[in-house]
């Protein structure tokens, strides 16, 4: 027992297209996947396509309840960093969101902890609500390393911030070995690390805090999953990536109750 108070935590759909789908096949995506979803009242829905397609997924989800993120922000507001897009950039361009340290970005751009509360800090300012990712990877859970991982991502990235600061972000938990796998994490061991976070925002900030942060699972999610996913109270949503590129499986995902 974590001893924390729980809280109602409105559910979080978010889909990570990752490197996939050009304007016309975003703009395909959406024709296809807003009638299957209806009104989704149950949750919010989010959907992060790559940063040449974010004006055609904004035009597209325009008067529908999704809402736009961004894959990655830079931490700086301007300046000379060529290749990068700043979180001012992605607001204006309709974005909401922006997702800060994949483990994709962590491991092939080199981002530590650091960069993390640097760039969630940028994204809270320029009005984004950023989505921070964290996770083992699988050397780390197979040698008992899992809580220490995580509780060090967790105190070098979003538990530098401010508390206020930390009340306008989401989390995620994303065991690398996980991702992109098909070996979902079960429904137990994601529950266990959640628990396990909200421990640490606990000890870092308040119980408060710690019963309201929301924490979605990334890893491998799918249609046939989702179900036993989301039957946790620890699991406040999901961050999706290979089934989020169907409009059917990702409607799916975004259906389940
Ligand atoms: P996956 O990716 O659903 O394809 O495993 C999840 C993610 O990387 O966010």
Redesign the pocket.
Known sequence: MSGIPSRERRRVM?G?W?MHKTHSETRAFFAAFLPMIGDAAHCDVVIAPPFTSIAAAVEAAKGSRVAIAGQNNHWQMEGAFTGEVSSAMLVEAGCTHV?VG???RRQYSHETDDIVSQKSRAALVAGLTPIV?LGENFPERETGRTQEVLSQQFIGGPGALTAEEFSRILI?Y?PVW?????R?ATPEIAAAAHRFLRQCVRDQFSPEAAAGVRILY?????PDNIQGLMAQEELDGA??????LDPRSFAAIVNAK
């Open positions: 978010a990570n990752k997702i994949h483990s994709e990712c995620a994303e996980a991702i992109g796998t098909g979902t990334g890893g491998s999610v799918k961050l999706v990536g290979g089934a989020s």
